[in-house]
C-alpha cells in the first residue's frame, strides 16, 4: 500500500461544477498536510494547508479526518483555469510525502 | 513570500557528460532542500534530502554517486548528474523549507535535462 494514496482522475467535470478530491494516508503520526497545485510541465505550487479543524479559501475547502487518515479538497464553481494536477502531501517529522496527484479538467 | 530559484531551467546534454542544477532560496535559509524527479505524467519521486553541512540522504534506488548532492550553504544546493544517460532525461525540481516555517516547502521552477 502507498503511503500517500489519490485516485489519479482525471476528473472531467463542466464550468461551475462542484468536485472533490480525497486523499489518504497510511502513516498515522503524519503531523501537516498539504495541498498542491501543479501544472503540466511546471512546479508544484501550494494552494492551502490543511488545518484540523478544516479550512477554506475562497472557492477551496480542505478537510482533515485524523481518525479515517484522510483529507479532502473541495473546489466549488469551478472555473477552467483549475484544470491542473492536484497534489495531496503530508508531513511526518522531516518526510514529506507525496501522493501521485488527481488531474482535474474542467470543461467549457 | 518565499521563492526558490532553479538554475538552468532547461538543459541539453550529450551521453556520457555531467550536468550541475542549482536550487537557491532567494530570501530565506534552508536548513533542508529536497531533489525530486518527474517522469512525464507521473508524480513526483524524491531524490534525496539534504541538510546544510551534511551529507545527503538518499531514497531507496538513488544512486549517490550518480545523482551527486551538494549543499554547501543555507541558501544553495547543487544536484549534479553524473555521466548522463537519455533514461536520466526528466524534468528534476528542488524544494526548500526555509528555517523560519516549519513545514510549508517551497520548489524550485523545475529544471528540464535532455539526454542526447
Known amino acids: 500500500r502507498k503511503e500517500v494514496e489519490q485516485d489519479p482522475g482525471p476528473f472531467n467535470v463542466p464550468e461551475g461544477a462542484t468536485v472533490a478530491f480525497n486523499c489518504t494516508y497510511s502513516?498515522?503520526?503524519?503531523?501537516?498536510f498539504f495541498w498542491y497545485r501543479q501544472d503540466c510541465r511546471k512546479e508544484p505550487k501550494l494552494l492551502m494547508s490543511v488545518y484540523s479543524s478544516g479550512n477554506e479559501d475562497g472557492r477551496f475547502t480542505a478537510q482533515l479526518n485524523r481518525a479515517s487518515q484522510y483529507i479532502s479538497l473541495l473546489i466549488r464553481d469551478s472555473k477552467l483555469s483549475d484544470s491542473a494536477t492536484y497534489l495531496c502531501v503530508v508531513n511526518a517529522g522531516n518526510m514529506l510525502t507525496f501522493g501521485g496527484g488527481t488531474r482535474l479538467m474542467v470543461k467549457p | 513570500g518565499a521563492v526558490v530559484s532553479q538554475h538552468p531551467s532547461r538543459v541539453i546534454c550529450k551521453s556520457g557528460t555531467s550536468v550541475k542544477i542549482e536550487c537557491r532560496s532567494l530570501?530565506?535559509?534552508?536548513?533542508?532542500m529536497f531533489w525530486y524527479r518527474q517522469f512525464p505524467k507521473q508524480s513526483l519521486m524524491l531524490m534525496a534530502t539534504s541538510n546544510e553541512g551534511s551529507k545527503a540522504t538518499y531514497e531507496q534506488g538513488v544512486e549517490k554517486d550518480k545523482f551527486l548532492i551538494n549543499h554547501a550553504s543555507l541558501t544553495l544546493s547543487t544536484l549534479t548528474v553524473t555521466s548522463a544517460h537519455p533514461e536520466d532525461s526528466s524534468f528534476y525540481i528542488c524544494?526548500?523549507?526555509?528555517?523560519?516555517?516549519?513545514?510549508?516547502?517551497?520548489f524550485g521552477e523545475g529544471s528540464w535535462l535532455t539526454v542526447v
Open positions: 502513516n498515522s503520526a503524519s503531523q501537516s
Open positions: 530570501d530565506f535559509q534552508a536548513t533542508t
Open positions: 524544494s526548500a523549507r526555509p528555517r523560519r516555517s516549519g513545514n510549508t516547502i517551497y
